[in-house]
Structure formats: C-alpha cells, structure tokens
C-alpha cells in the first residue's frame, strides 16, 4: 500500500488542481511499480507560507522581498 505525501504552501491550488495531482501520483505508481490504485493513498497537506522556510526565511518574506 504506497503512501504519497505531497507537502505545498496554501496560496491557492485549487480542488481540481489537488485532484490532477492525486490522480497523476497514483497513475505513475501504477504504471511505473505496478501498484494497485485502489490501495494507494496520497494526501495534499497546505502549509502557510509563514510555516514554511527556505534559505533562513519564511515564504511570505522571501516573496514580500523585492526581485534580485
């Protein structure tokens, strides 16, 4: 039973978005390591971007930061 855990910041994917990704990821495993879709499970958590770091920074102040 493959679990797919896809982490992304909540800034605006939408339900039809979240919905190609699950169907991709599960259609890759199926094709790629022939694993049965009816027991594969992937799960989408939304992180906020104050929640989320790069580089010693939070998302939302990296993207607050002008270009260059």
């Given at each position: 039973?493959?679990?797919?855990?896809?982490?992304?910041?909540?800034?605006?994917?939408?339900?039809?978005?979240?919905?190609?990704l699950?169907?991709?990821?599960?259609?890759?495993?199926?094709?790629?390591?022939?694993?049965?879709?009816?027991?594969?499970?992937?799960?989408?958590?939304?992180?906020?971007?104050?929640?989320?770091?790069?580089?010693?920074?939070?998302?939302t102040?990296?993207?607050?930061?002008?270009?260059?």
């Amino acid at each position: 039973m493959p679990y797919v855990n896809i982490k992304i910041t909540r800034d605006g994917a939408t339900a039809e978005q979240k919905a190609a990704l699950i169907k991709g990821v599960t259609d890759l495993l199926v094709q790629v390591l022939d694993k049965n879709p009816a027991t594969t499970v992937v799960v989408i958590d939304e992180v906020e971007t104050d929640n989320w770091g790069i580089g010693g920074l939070s998302v939302t102040e990296r993207r607050a930061r002008p270009p260059g």
